[in-house]
C-alpha cells in the first residue's frame, strides 16, 4: 500500500542531516548537465542512479519514496492484527501472504531510496522519532472483520490507482520496483473483495459488519490521494519531472467511478449522499472530504498513531539481537574468505 499524495513535508525536511539526500554538492550548475536532464524528461526517458539530477529531484525523490516505504511497512499493522483471528485457514494463509507482500514492497522502496544516497539508517530514524510521514489511512483502527476486506477492497484499490502511474516515474529504480508491486496490489484488491463478497452472501449481522466497514473506510480512501489539486502546488513540478503522471483530483475521480459498481455488486451503499453519475461531466459527482480531519491524522493526532509508531520502534528494537548476529556472521565469512584467498 502506499501513502497519499507524496506532497507532504516530512517535518525532518529542512533540518540538517535527517533524511538529506547527498547531491554531490554544486554550487553552480553545469548547464550541459541540466540540458542534458531536461533531454531525458522530454524525452520521456529514464533517470539512473550514476546520473546527473538536479538537487531538488533528488530531494523529492527521497522525501516520496521513503514516504512510501514507511507506509508499506506501518500498513503491514492493522491487518496483522486479525492473522491470529481470521475466520478460516483459507483467509489465514491469503492475509498471511498479504502482509509479507507489504513487507516486501518497503524493502524494495527502501532500497530504491538508497540508490539516491540516503541510507536506510536514517529513514529509520526518521520513522522511529515521528519525523517521517507515512500515509494517514494506517492510523485507523481495524475493528472487525469486514475491516480486513474492506482495506483489501478500498485501501489496496486505491494504491493501485496511484501506483499505476508510478511504473512510467521518470527514475528508474522507483518506476521498476512499482511493476511487482501492482501486480501484488492486485491480488490484495481481489482477496479482499472476494472476502466481502462471501460477507454478503452470509446473515444479517454479517451484511451490516461490512455496510459498517465500508461506513468507516470510504471518505479516508477518498483523501488517501492527497489535497484538491489547487492545494498541491508541489505536483505541477512533480508532473513536469515526470514523478506524478496524474493529478490527485484525477485519480479520485478514477477511483470513484471504478468502485461505484463495484459496490453495486456488493450491495453496499457508499455513504455519501452527493455521490451520483453526472451525464454532462461523464464522472460521478461526490461530496466534501473532511480535510481537516485529514491533516489532523497526518500531524499526528488520529486514533492510533501513537500505537502504530509504538509498535514499529518496539519491533526494531526486539530485532536488535537478530541484526546484531547476522552482522556478525557476514563479518565473519568474509574474514574466513580472505583468509582462504590469501
Ligand atoms: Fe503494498
Ligand atoms: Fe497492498
Known sequence: MYTQSFNVPDQSDGEPGILKAVPGARDKVDPALQDGFDAVIDADGKIEPRDWMPDAYRKTLVRQISQHAHSEIVGMLPEGNWISRAPSLKRKAILVAKVQDEGGHGLYLYSAAETLGTSRDQMLDALHSGKAKYSSIFNYPTL?????????????????????????????????????????????????????????????????????????????????????????????????????????????????????????????????????????????????????????????????????????????????????????????QQARAMKEAA
Not at 277 to 293: A, P
Open 144 to 332: 472487525t472483520w469486514a475491516d480486513v476486506g474492506v482495506i483489501g477492497w478500498l485501501v489496496d484499490g486505491a494504491a493501485i490507482m496511484n501506483q499505476i502511474p508510478l511504473c512510467r516515474c521518470s527514475y528508474g529504480p522507483y518506476a521498476r520496483a512499482m511493476i511487482r508491486v501492482c501486480k501484488e496490489e492486485s491480488f490484495h484488491q481481489r482477496q479482499g473483495y472476494e472476502a466481502l463478497l462471501t460477507m454478503m452472501q452470509g446473515t444479517a449481522e454479517q451484511k451490516a459488519m461490512v455496510q459498517d466497514a465500508v461506513n468507516r473506510w470510504w471518505w479516508k480512501c477518498l483523501a488517501m490521494f492527497g489535497p484538491p489539486d489547487a492545494d498541491s502546488p508541489n505536483s505541477v513540478q512533480g508532473m513536469r519531472w515526470g514523478i506524478k503522471r496524474i493529478s490527485n483530483d484525477d485519480l479520485r475521480q478514477k477511483f470513484v467511478d471504478a468502485t461505484v459498481p463495484q459496490a453495486e455488486v456488493l450491495g453496499v451503499t457508499l455513504p455519501d449522499p452527493d455521490l451520483k453519475w453526472n451525464e454532462t461531466r461523464g464522472h460521478h459527482d461526490y461530496g466534501q472530504i473532511d480535510w481537516d480531519e485529514f491533516w489532523a491524522v497526518v500531524n499526528g493526532d488520529g486514533p492510533c498513531n501513537k500505537e502504530r509508531l509504538a509498535t514499529r520502534v518496539k519491533a526494531w528494537n526486539d530485532g536488535a539481537w537478530v541484526r546484531e548476529a547476522a552482522l556478525t556472521h557476514a563479518a565473519r
